[in-house]
C-alpha cells in the first residue's frame, strides 16, 4: 500500500511538472493616424549615390528652402560606400530635409539623428548633411 501511494505520488507530480501553461499573446493594435493629419517627417533629398529624390519643387513652400543641386548632388566616393557597407551594412542618404519641430538644438549646431544611428547637421542652405565622421 505504501508503495503503491509513493508511486501514485511520483506520477502526479511528474505529471503536474511537464504540463506548462503559457499566456495567450494578445495582439496589440496599431494607433493608426487620422488620414486628414499630415504628419511631417525627415524627406530624403540626395541618397548616398548622388540622386535627387526630391526636386526643389517638392519641398515645403514654407521652408523658404533653395539649394543648389548641381554642388550638393553628389555621391559618396567608393572607398566612402564600402566603409559604410562595412560599418552600418547600408549606404544612407546624403542629404536630407527635417522640418525644424524634428530637429534638436545644441551648442554645436542643429542635428537629427535618422534611423537611431545616422547624424545629420544642419548646414546654412537649411538642408541637414551625414556626418562626415560616418563614412570618413
Known amino acids: ?12 507530480s511528474l505529471i503536474a511538472c511537464s504540463r506548462k ?10 494607433p493608426i493616424a487620422p488620414a486628414s493629419v499630415h504628419l ?6 540626395i541618397d548616398g549615390y548622388g540622386r535627387i529624390l526630391t526636386p526643389p ?7 523658404g528652402l533653395k539649394p543648389d543641386y548641381s ?17 552600418y551594412h547600408t549606404v544612407p542618404p546624403k542629404v536630407l530635409y527635417v522640418p525644424d519641430q524634428y530637429a534638436i538644438k545644441s551648442y554645436r549646431g542643429t542635428y537629427c539623428i535618422y534611423l537611431k544611428k545616422f547624424w545629420y547637421w ?3 542652405d537649411g538642408l541637414f548633411y551625414l556626418d562626415e565622421n560616418d563614412y570618413e
Request: with cysteine.
Open 40 to 45: 511631417p517627417s525627415a524627406l530624403i533629398v
Open 57 to 63: 519643387q517638392k519641398l515645403p513652400k514654407d521652408s
Open 71 to 87: 554642388k550638393i548632388a553628389r555621391s559618396f566616393t567608393p572607398q566612402q560606400i564600402a566603409n559604410l557597407k562595412a560599418r
Open 1 to 12: 500500500m505504501k508503495r503503491t501511494g509513493l508511486l501514485f505520488i511520483c506520477i502526479c
Open 122 to 124: 544642419k548646414k546654412p
Open 21 to 30: 501553461t503559457v499566456p495567450a499573446k494578445t495582439a496589440v493594435p496599431a
